[in-house]
């Protein structure tokens, strides 16, 4: 079950897509604002435990001055610089991801196949997640105070770069859950690869020369973890080593974004719905 390709112009069909992710953000600030308690609530729990990780990191400086060439205020950075990241795709995709699973198994998938839109815009975009945007600003306010601490200047060009690359670690983020859920078309054990991808983000925080030999290689290049965060904090401090770790994020980026569409248009040509 294939939705047919629109004839539509392209000004056209962006528009449309405006028009429609807009009424998606307008459902999910009603559905949030009708049950306050468990937004504010929640948005508690993410501030404590982003709170928490930053109190890790001021014990382990307690005993050692830097880690390997990461001094402490280059590792909160990078702390501040990975919730941001996180966070902003929890507000935009995270939860989607998850429920792909519930969709297929459920038949549910059936109707969106019905729609006359790209069926991955409407199964990535459905829910929008408010308070990710809360804890977002407060890794960039994190992100803030620690540049403040190192006395860094960083000009425009260094904020335009750090910029994209958070935008590309966003991408590989999406696509690497996604690629997860869309296992959930041939098991029913999907759901849990995308929780045990979503435990792999505290990797984010952790300066890759913490990791050596094998680690550091499936972290790099198989599942990108000491890229996504890190990248975008070194373009920022201007602490790169060479510009080709950021031509590796964005290959990053573009390869897990390709793979992830190649398995979902196998898994939506072999769907015949949940009551076949």
Sequence with gaps: ???????????LRLRRYAGLYGSLWRTAVVREMSFQ????????????????????????????DSIGDWTKWQVVMLIGASH??????????????????DLVHTGRMDFLLLFPVNTRFLVSARFVDLGGFIGAASGLAVM????????????????????????????????????????????????????AYYNLFSIARIPDVAFRGATRVLFTL?????LVASVPVKVLGAKLASPAEIFLLLAMGGACFLVSSLVWHVALRRYASASS
């Design 222 to 226: 198989v599942i990108p973890m000491l």
């Design 1 to 11: 079950m294939t939705p047919q390709p629109s004839t539509t112009s392209e000004p």
């Design 84 to 101: 941001f990241i996180q966070q902003l795709f929890q507000a935009l995709l995270l939860t989607n991801c998850a429920q792909l699973s």
């Design 144 to 195: 803030i105070y620690a540049a403040a601490q190192l006395h860094l200047t960083p000009t425009v060009a260094q904020i335009a770069g750090f910029g994209l690359l958070c935008l590309v670690s966003v991408l590989i983020h999406y696509s690497l859950m996604f690629l997860m859920a869309t296992i959930s078309f041939w098991t029913v054990r999907a759901q849990g690869l995308v929780m």
């Design 37 to 64: 308690a468990n937004f504010i609530l929640w948005l508690f729990v993410e501030l404590l435990w982003f709170a928490l990780q930053l109190g890790f990191n001021a014990v382990i400086y307690q005993h050692t």
